[in-house]
C-alpha cells in the first residue's frame, strides 16, 4: 500500500516559480510510472508531467518550463515549475502506478497552485 502527499502549492505572481514535492508512505521502487496531474476549476484533470523508467514525458502546455525528477532512495516526486502562467492554476496530484494483476494506481489528495496575474 502507498500513500502519496503532495506539498508545495501555493500562490505565486506570473512568471514565478514553485516547487512541488510528493512523498510516498511506501516505497515506491515498483512504481511502473509516476507522475503528475491537473485539475482547473471546472475542467477535466489533465497530464502534466509523467516519468517511466527514466524516461519523462510532459504536456505540450509545460515543456520547457516545467521538470518532473523522482528519487527512490527518498521515496519522493517533484515538480519544478518555472515562469508559471495563469493558465496553470489548478490543483496538482501525484500519481503513482504498479502494473501487475491487479494493477495499483495511487493519486494524492492534491495541492493547490494559484498563479496571479
Known amino acids: 500500500q502507498v500513500q502519496l502527499m503532495e506539498s508545495g502549492g501555493g500562490l505565486v505572481q506570473t512568471g514565478g516559480s514553485l516547487r512541488l514535492s510528493c512523498a510516498a508512505s511506501g516505497s515506491i521502487d515498483s512504481a511502473n510510472l509516476m507522475g503528475w496531474y491537473r485539475q482547473a476549476p471546472g475542467k477535466q484533470r489533465e497530464l502534466v508531467a509523467t516519468i517511466s523508467f527514466g524516461v519523462t514525458n510532459y504536456a505540450d502546455s509545460v515543456r520547457g518550463r516545467f521538470t518532473i525528477s523522482r528519487d527512490n532512495a527518498k521515496n519522493t516526486l517533484s515538480l519544478q515549475m518555472n515562469s508559471l502562467k495563469p493558465e496553470d492554476t489548478a490543483v496538482y496530484y501525484c500519481?503513482?502506478?504498479?502494473?501487475?494483476?491487479?494493477?495499483?494506481?495511487?493519486w494524492g489528495q492534491g495541492t493547490q497552485v494559484t498563479v496571479s496575474s
Open positions: 500519481r503513482a502506478y504498479i502494473r501487475g494483476s491487479p494493477a495499483r494506481d495511487y
